[in-house]
């Protein structure tokens, strides 16, 4: 009755070209509803698509001139070292196997304040060109 059309799997149908707007006008979708199963980044995406979408079709029925994103600086809650020194992971503790078979209890235990920090301030750079003796 709203006018939304479903594809032959019974997923929710996207307007053409859109990301999230549906065959009905002012009516969204996004997640598994339009893309059945996926991943959270996936279903993440799909809510940011919407969002956009619905912001801008808010805006235009307004008469509100278009959202402009901007990049702004944030503030870091601990110092960059401009001379980042690789170092290993830090290891997040794990309940003791003979335990973790018991329940279904969270396994990994997660990081202290410091641990975070640490493994926070490590370098991650992925253009770091290593070089090799061959």
């Given at each position: 009755e709203a006018g939304i059309e479903t594809t032959n799997q019974r997923l929710i149908k996207i307007a053409e070209g859109r990301k999230a707007l549906t065959t009905s006008s002012m009516v969204f979708a996004g997640g598994d509803?339009?893309?059945?199963?996926?991943?959270?980044v996936g279903a993440i995406a799909a809510g940011?698509?919407?969002?956009?979408?619905?912001?801008?079709?808010?805006?235009?029925?307004?008469?509100?001139?278009?959202?402009?994103?901007?990049?702004?600086?944030?503030?870091?809650?601990?110092?960059?070292?401009?001379e980042i020194r690789e170092c290993p992971r830090v290891p997040m503790g794990e309940v003791d196997?003979?335990?973790?078979?018991?329940?279904?209890?969270?396994?990994?235990?997660?990081?202290?304040?410091e641990q975070a920090l640490r493994e926070a301030s490590r370098c991650l750079r992925c253009d770091i060109q290593i070089q090799t003796d061959e």
């Open positions: 509803m339009v893309t059945g199963p996926d991943t959270v940011h698509g919407a969002a956009a979408e619905i912001d801008a079709a808010i805006r235009e029925k307004n008469g509100e001139p278009p959202y402009v994103f901007s990049e702004e600086e944030i503030e870091i809650p601990f110092a960059i070292d401009e196997h003979v335990e973790r078979i018991r329940d279904f209890r969270e396994v990994e235990l997660g990081f202290s304040q």
